[in-house]
């Protein structure tokens, strides 16, 4: 799907409607010692049995497409997403 690269957004900065550049999100990095990470940790890794069996779940075909919209008046970013799922998207 045809995503417009500027869409107007709220912006909570300048308090009203102002064009968002469009960005696809990356993923960011795991924090090493988050309650989840060490929560998982402990399930899967550490001590006796520490090795749990993984159930094998089917892979989703498709995902929700996740953007970081950027103010072009003062530059403050804030995330975007489409809740839908669709197969691809496409800047354009
Ligand atoms: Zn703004």
Redesign the pocket.
């Known amino acids: 799907m045809k995503i417009p690269k500027e869409i107007k957004l709220y912006?909570?900065?300048?308090?009203?409607h102002?064009t968002?550049k469009l960005k696809t999100a990356k993923a960011r990095k795991a924090r090493a010692d988050s309650f989840g990470t060490r929560r998982f940790e402990k399930k899967h890794k550490k001590g006796y049995g520490g090795k749990a069996k993984f159930a094998i779940k089917p892979k989703k075909q498709t995902k929700k497409p996740n953007f970081v919209a950027e103010?072009?008046?003062?530059?403050?970013k804030k995330p975007f997403s489409i809740p839908k799922r669709m197969k691809k998207t496409e800047l354009a």
């Open positions: 912006c909570k900065k300048c308090n009203k102002e968002h103010c072009k008046k003062c530059k403050s």
